[in-house]
């Protein structure tokens, strides 16, 4: 079974709006990670965020973490077209072996 | 060019065959990593390897193996292909910072 899961499967949004994706996990972690796929294509990473930390910040993204909750948030801000991907949460449950467990991933498409 | 690499980028086989795909790195990485990706589900992983002497099993590894020739090369093969091992695959590569750098991936249909 997949330890985490996106939600939502899927969002449409237009340009200029934000998009929050959310993910939770089952087991502790080491850290949690974002990753960005274009169709199709290999996935690239976003942020990373350790389990002993609560937000980050990189650039129009913001990742949140809430342990007690097992669960993630992904913010995109001020979206554009070319966010449009689909985004998926891994875990890192491996005790910093860097083997990560990927969700199913949301699709986010943003319209012009 | 890219830093990871996958060989062949489509792949149309027949049941029964035994195929290999192939990864190759320029990052020098130790870790490296394959996973398969069908529709509407994230990543799983296959196998991984931690150096040359150090190769584990997956989620998924029934019906694969892996080989790691060198410290940038790690292929992945199906000994006997069967129809549900259509998918999408993966290559990825790690070093001490965590974060996995992935191949442009292998689109593999078992007829």
């Known amino acids: 079974s997949q330890q985490g899961e996106e939600d939502p499967q899927a969002l449409s949004i237009q340009e200029g709006e934000n998009a929050t994706m959310n993910c939770s996990y089952k087991?502790?972690?080491?850290?949690l990670q974002w990753y960005r796929q274009n169709s199709g294509r290999g996935l690239v990473h976003l942020i990373l965020?350790?389990?002993?930390?609560r937000e980050k910040h990189s650039g129009r993204l913001r990742v949140t973490l809430d342990t007690s909750k097992k669960s993630s948030s992904l913010l995109i801000t001020a979206s554009r077209a070319a966010d449009t991907a689909s985004y998926f949460c891994?875990?890192?449950?491996?005790?910093?072996?860097?083997?990560?467990?990927f969700g199913a991933g949301t699709r986010l498409a943003v319209h012009p | 060019d890219a830093d990871v690499t996958q060989t062949p980028r489509n792949r149309i086989t027949k049941t029964g065959k035994r195929i290999m795909l192939e990864c190759s790195q320029t990052?020098?990485?130790?870790?490296m990593y394959w996973y398969r990706q069908d529709p509407g589900l994230g990543l799983r992983l296959i196998y991984y390897?931690?150096?040359?002497?150090?190769?584990n099993k997956g989620e998924i590894s029934d019906g694969y193996s892996v080989s790691r020739q060198a410290q940038a090369k790690f292929s992945l093969s199906l000994e006997s292909a069967i129809p549900n091992q259509t998918a999408l695959y993966f290559c990825?590569?790690?070093?001490?910072?965590?974060?996995?750098?992935f191949g442009p991936g292998t689109r593999l249909l078992v007829l």
């Open positions: 965020i350790r389990s002993n930390e």
């Open positions: 990052k020098g990485h130790d870790r």
């Open positions: 990825a590569t790690s070093g001490l910072a965590e974060t996995q750098y």
């Open positions: 891994a875990t890192d449950v491996s005790g910093g072996y860097n083997k990560l467990i």
């Open positions: 390897s931690f150096d040359v002497k150090d190769i």
């Open positions: 087991t502790s972690i080491n850290n």
